[in-house]
């Protein structure tokens, strides 16, 4: 028997399956649909930081977890013998007003402080990086070296082989957890979470994108009027992604992705005439504070939730799976308070 059972093939589920099996557990994951089914089987795969400034509980800790990503997905690619895509590269974004220019340059100073030397915020002209640049209307644009890429299928998969080759199980299959649980189950789990407890804690939010035959090689990722592009290792280039409170169809493609394409080709012209290979969608599991849910399932002895990752997932994942891994075999606590469970009730 397995000693703790991981519900969910997701990035989380298996982040914390990996961490979990190199601590000398024994691991099992039981996922209904596939792997990478959900939102973690996405196309863009943008790890972008939260602003240097206004520090808090979340912005540490997802700084704390971009700064892993290297040595992280280093060891899973070595021991899948498959590429995850990451690569860190860094992050291109338009200055559109001298209010944000001017927080632009203060936030140089806050990036050596709070980040800490490990990565950088500048300012540049848009001049100085050519065709790969989102338009700027003070031609001006951010800069910051610790946003990476990854591909979240490429990612997914690498992950899966990684486990599987440190002796965990993977099922594709409904079958019941056993012993310790984590559920790591995404949209549907903040669903089923919310019946049991009677209460609304978490839901989806519906996102759209696209992908592009359009090789930019080692180029930062671009950000302008609320759109990524984000260049892959394979040629490929991702836009996303709008965000639908309301939907009803999960994996449906519609108007609003054309929407999306038009303005992407408005702020970044360097893509004109790339082809569309692939439209996707997909809901993103977002919990009631926005920020992931972490900790013990309320009234459950020996399980516990993983979940919420919302738009940062990807990024949060390496040190949500550490954190987890703290509490469940070791008992040591140390999830954030705005992470809790009992913060969402």
């Known amino acids: 028997m397995a000693d703790v059972t991981v519900m969910g093939a997701g990035i989380f589920g298996l982040s914390i399956a990996w961490v979990f099996a190199n601590r000398g557990a024994?691991?099992?994951?039981?996922?209904k649909h596939a792997i990478g089914a959900g939102s973690s089987g996405g196309i863009v795969g943008a790890l972008a930081p939260h602003t240097p400034d206004n520090w808090n509980h979340k912005k540490e800790f997802q700084f704390q977890s971009l700064t892993m990503m290297p040595a992280f997905w280093k060891s899973v690619d070595e021991v899948s013998g498959q590429p995850s895509g990451y690569a860190q590269l860094g992050r291109l974004q338009s200055l559109d007003d001298e209010r944000v220019l001017n927080l632009a340059k203060e936030r140089v100073a806050s990036a050596e402080d709070l980040w800490r030397g490990q990565a950088s915020w500048q300012v540049e002209t848009a001049e100085q990086r050519g065709d790969w640049a989102p338009k700027s209307k003070t031609g001006m644009l951010a800069f910051d070296t610790l946003s990476a890429r990854i591909n979240p299928r490429a990612a997914t998969n690498s992950l899966a082989a990684a486990v599987q080759s440190l002796g965990v199980e993977i099922l594709i299959d409904e079958a019941p957890p056993k012993g310790?649980?984590?559920?790591?189950?995404?949209y549907h789990g903040l669903l089923d979470l919310s019946r049991a407890l009677g209460q609304e804690v978490g839901k989806g939010l519906k996102g759209q994108a696209i992908l592009l035959r359009h090789d930019a090689g080692d180029q930062p990722h671009l950000f302008a009027d609320g759109i990524h592009i984000v260049p892959h290792e394979n040629g490929t280039v991702a836009v996303g992604s709008t965000s639908e409170r309301e939907f009803e169809d999960e994996t449906s493609t519609d108007e609003q992705l054309d929407d999306l394409l038009a303005r992407a080709l408005d702020a970044f012209p360097v893509l004109t005439g790339a082809k569309v290979i692939e439209r996707w969608a997909g809901v993103r599991p977002r919990a009631k504070t926005r920020a992931p849910m972490l900790g013990a399932y309320p009234g459950r002895a020996d399980e516990y939730i993983a979940n919420g990752g919302f738009k940062i997932g990807l990024g949060m994942a390496p040190k949500i799976a550490e954190v987890?891994?703290?509490?469940?075999?070791?008992?040591?606590?140390?999830?954030?308070?705005?992470?809790?469970?009992?913060?969402n009730l």
């Open 26 to 31: 024994k691991v099992r994951v039981i996922e």
């Open 324 to 343: 987890m891994a703290d509490l469940v075999l070791e008992g040591r606590d140390e999830i954030p308070d705005p992470f809790r469970v009992e913060a």
């Open 180 to 186: 310790l649980v984590i559920w790591a189950t995404g």
